[in-house]
């Protein structure tokens, strides 16, 4: 079983910037893919990035290409998420998902197996 923990949750002002990060209870060997996503109020849940854990490969959502980046540091089991000019279309809360299957990252929730407990992200006008 794997459990994560996000941590990062913050306010911020449009153009400011935050880092989250997603502790991996297990051993990253068993895992595969990790990402993150994001969901406003009222809306779906979004792919927002990801990531394979052994080579490294990413993808980024194209509403925050540029300014959003996924990373991830073995050693400590721990994925991050680098958010920068940060809209107030950014407000959400955030997901750390992880997928013990090898192919393409997925970009639907229904690829990932495992999820965090989510963290509050607001962007002020």
């Known amino acids: 079983q794997v459990q994560l923990v996000e941590s990062g949750e913050g306010w911020v002002q449009a153009g400011g910037s935050l880092r989250l990060s997603c502790a991996a209870s297990?051993?990253?060997?068993?895992?595969?893919?990790m990402g993150w996503f994001r969901q406003a109020p009222g809306k779906e849940r979004d792919f927002v990035a990801g990531?394979?854990?052994?080579?490294?490969?990413?993808k980024h959502a194209d509403s925050v290409k540029g300014r959003f980046t996924i990373s991830k540091d073995n050693d400590k089991n721990t994925l991050y998420l680098q958010m920068n000019s940060l809209k107030p279309e950014d407000t959400a809360v955030y997901y750390c998902?992880?997928?013990?299957?090898?192919?393409?990252?997925?970009?639907?929730?229904?690829?990932?197996?495992?999820w965090g407990q989510g963290t509050q992200v607001t962007v002020s006008s």
């Open positions: 998902a992880a997928s013990d299957r090898w192919g393409r990252i997925p970009i639907t929730d229904d690829g990932y197996a495992y």
């Open positions: 297990t051993r990253t060997s068993s895992i595969y893919m």
């Open positions: 990531i394979r854990w052994r080579d490294g490969g990413t």
